[in-house]
DNA sequence: CTTAGGG
DNA sequence: CCCTAAG
């Protein structure tokens, strides 16, 4: 029996969204496979190893992939196709070579007890199948067959003994013995390590050989029948040569490293991947591969090792009755954690040994965050879908909400945080950099550059950064800096009173100007407010600056002169030496502007009755707004009759004429 | 990039 | 104020 499955080989052991990602939306498409994460194409073999596709397999598989996805079945690679079948299977609820779709979080919750002992039964049977093929294998195998199934001693007796004594119940629960022996198994040792290698291998020479001799004993019972096959290897016996050679027998490739601890977890590895690994051993001698008669701490192993595995599938499975989607993807990520270091061959037992603790980590780190989003994710469900990028395990440095800061230090104004991102289950802190302010006075910065073409690239750069992060300018820097920012207000404030006071020299406005003229941010150098800490989260706008008088007034002038809605027009003519205020800002105020105008209409008439701090802008301003709203027909439906009759008329023909 | 609107 | 969708 022979399986197509899909194999994600990621070598950013992004695992958990991605794949989730794929299976939802890139798996569907022909062309995924050229997406970033490499696919491999393995067939499971009937013993549940994971053997790479050849080429022409691969060729049928991308066929398949381009007429008929639902041939192909994507599991986390573990290296342990077994294991990840059978945790597939119980995931998605159909027992094989299931449509992508099958992986979907829904379907993945929907599952149910009825589901799930299907679903075992179907396990069941199929772990029938490939004990028996294996069996076959084992018997035919000859020596120098690349496939060797050995084990590492240090690996039997550490692997296998977790697991409590649940296995008990846990059979009662599910009739899953048979499996336990070998699918199972994967799940449980995986040291996490690379066993995408595995699928490097070229194709391999032992070929299920159908019709063998079928060998004794049924592997039906709990027990694995491979007794005969018991003894094991002890890789630290051989010389790194030997070990070399195993290494290229298991990995299909050579290896330089020369360090035969390093050597030996590889190997190890390797051959856990095969699913009974624990019965069978193998040593290497004289390039071929002997059997050898051996039975030291894997004895004990074969009986009991057997039960837990079982309990590991067993608790798959329960995950999966607690339709917990997100457990489930957590044992998928715990398996699929192996492949970030693929293909990185040499690297040295020290690496290797980082490598599995970071790895020992990815498992919960993504999986949490994973869960995190899961859950957010499912509240908004029933909203809106969430943009596809979200499901993406790198996403956009923007989004601030999911920032994980770790570690925070400034930078020259940059602000350098480290965020805890699961970078696709890696759980690797990448560095982010943000700023403080945003970026928008670029270009009036450059602007003024050029009034003061003093500019040089450094001063440039300098000037615009530091404007740039907030204009924190009178202080602390350089002349160059004071002299820019200075320059920025002076030109316009003048320019702007000029025009009003041409224009509506006899207005109430113009009795307000007077007021104005005091507040107005005529030195830019007044507020810096931008990032206020306040200590325990006060001060919310980070780049605020509070609209003064003149401001306002120069907004409603302009929206006045060019109408509503030429927000970049006012901003650049009236707003000019303002550097702060985007357009974005003055719309936002004026939509301010005009709800306030509205809203308070009907207490105070003609006379600025301020409450008291809150709202500092003049009512004259205010009609004035509601003059200018209702000219542009921005009136809210209701609150425009009263109010024009009162005041409007005059103002509004002078409006007019004035300016238009 | 600008505009418009929601948060 | 911030963000984002649109044009």
């Known amino acids: 029996m022979e399986i197509v499955v899909e194999v994600e080989v990621s070598n950013e052991g992004k695992f958990d969204e991605t794949g989730l990602e794929k299976s939802n939306s890139a798996i569907s498409s022909p062309k995924h496979v050229a997406d970033p994460v490499v696919y491999k194409l393995v067939r499971v073999e009937g013993d549940g190893r994971l053997v790479p596709a050849t080429d022409d397999e691969l060729m049928e598989v991308e066929g398949l992939l381009e007429n008929e996805n639902r041939e192909t079945h994507i599991i986390a690679d573990t290296g342990q196709a077994l294991g990840s079948i059978s945790n597939e299977v119980s995931s998605s609820g159909m027992p094989q070579l299931e449509s992508s779709e099958g992986l979907s979080q829904s379907e993945n919750t929907e599952a149910d007890a009825g589901k799930l002992s299907a679903r075992l039964e179907y396990i069941e049977e199929m772990l029938h199948k490939v004990k028996h093929e294996e069996r076959l294998r084992l018997a035919c195998r000859s020596p120098d067959h690349s496939s060797a199934y050995m084990n590492v001693d240090s690996h039997c007796s550490k692997q296998h003994d977790k697991l ?3 296995d008990e119940k846990l059979q009662s629960q599910i009739h899953l013995q048979e499996m336990a022996p070998c699918g199972t198994q994967s799940l449980s040792d995986n040291p996490v390590t690379q ?3 595995v699928g490097e291998r070229s194709k391999p020479l032992d070929e299920p050989i159908e019709g063998g001799s079928s060998t004794s004993a049924g592997c039906t019972s709990s027990k694995p029948d491979f007794s005969k096959l018991k003894g094991e290897v002890c890789l630290d016996n051989l010389s790194i040569k030997e070990l070399h050679e195993v290494f290229k027998a298991t990995f299909g490739r050579d290896t330089t490293v020369k360090d035969k601890q390093w050597l030996k977890r590889r190997i190890a590895m390797g051959l856990t991947n095969s699913c009974d690994v624990s019965t069978t051993t193998f040593v290497i001698k004289d390039n071929k591969l002997v059997k050898k008669g051996n039975e030291d701490s894997c004895n004990n192993m074969n009986g009991a090792s057997s039960k837990r595995h079982l309990t590991v599938g067993v608790e798959n499975c329960q995950d999966l009755l607690n339709s917990h989607s997100s457990q489930i993807d957590e044992h998928r990520i715990t398996a699929g954690l192996g492949l970030g270091k693929d293909g990185l061959e040499n690297n040295y037992a020290s690496e290797d040994l980082a490598a599995e603790q970071r790895a020992a980590k990815r498992v919960r780190k993504p999986t949490k965050r994973y869960i995190e989003e ?9 909203g809106r879908l969430i943009s596809p990028a979200k499901n993406i395990g790198i996403r956009p440095l923007g989004s601030k909400s999911h920032d994980r800061p770790a570690t925070n230090s400034s930078l020259d104004g940059r602000t ?14 990448i560095p982010c950099v943000y700023r403080v302010r ?7 910065v450059m602007a003024l550059l050029r009034f003061h073409h003093s500019g040089m690239g450094m001063t440039a750069t300098f000037v615009k950064k530091g404007l740039d992060e907030h204009s924190s300018q009178m202080d602390s820097s350089s002349g160059n800096k004071d002299l820019e920012t200075r320059s920025t207000p002076e030109p316009a404030p003048q320019q702007s009173v000029g025009e009003l006071k041409k224009e509506r020299p006899s207005t109430e406005l113009g009795q307000t100007m007077g007021l104005q003229r005091v507040d107005p941010p005529g030195d830019s150098s007044d507020d810096n407010v931008a990032t206020v800490p306040t200590a325990k989260g006060g001060t919310r706008r980070k780049h605020h600056r509070a609209w003064t008088l003149s401001e306002v007034m120069k907004l409603v002038e302009g929206v006045s002169k060019y109408g509503a809605g030429r927000w970049s027009e006012i901003k ?5 030496s303002y550097s702060y205020r985007t357009s974005v800002d003055l719309k936002d105020k004026w939509r301010n502007l005009l709800k306030a105008s509205f809203a308070q209409t009907p207490m105070d008439k003609g006379v600025n009755s301020r409450k008291h701090p809150s709202m500092p802008i003049p009512a004259a301003i205010l009609l004035r707004v509601r003059e200018l709203a209702e000219m542009q027909a921005q009136v809210p ?24």
């Open 195 to 197: 066993s995408g290698s």
């Open 572 to 576: 650049r003519l009236a707003f000019a």
């Open 438 to 444: 945003r970026s928008r006075p670029r270009k009036n």
């Open 164 to 166: 409590p004594g649940i």
């Open 374 to 382: 899961l859950e957010a994710d499912s509240k908004e469900s029933s």
């Open 416 to 429: 350098v945080i480290t965020r805890l991102d699961s970078l696709g289950g890696s759980g690797i802190q």
């Open 637 to 660: 439906p209701n609150l425009s009759a009263s109010k024009q009759a009162a005041c409007g008329g005059r103002s509004v023909n002078e409006t007019k004429s004035g300016y238009l």
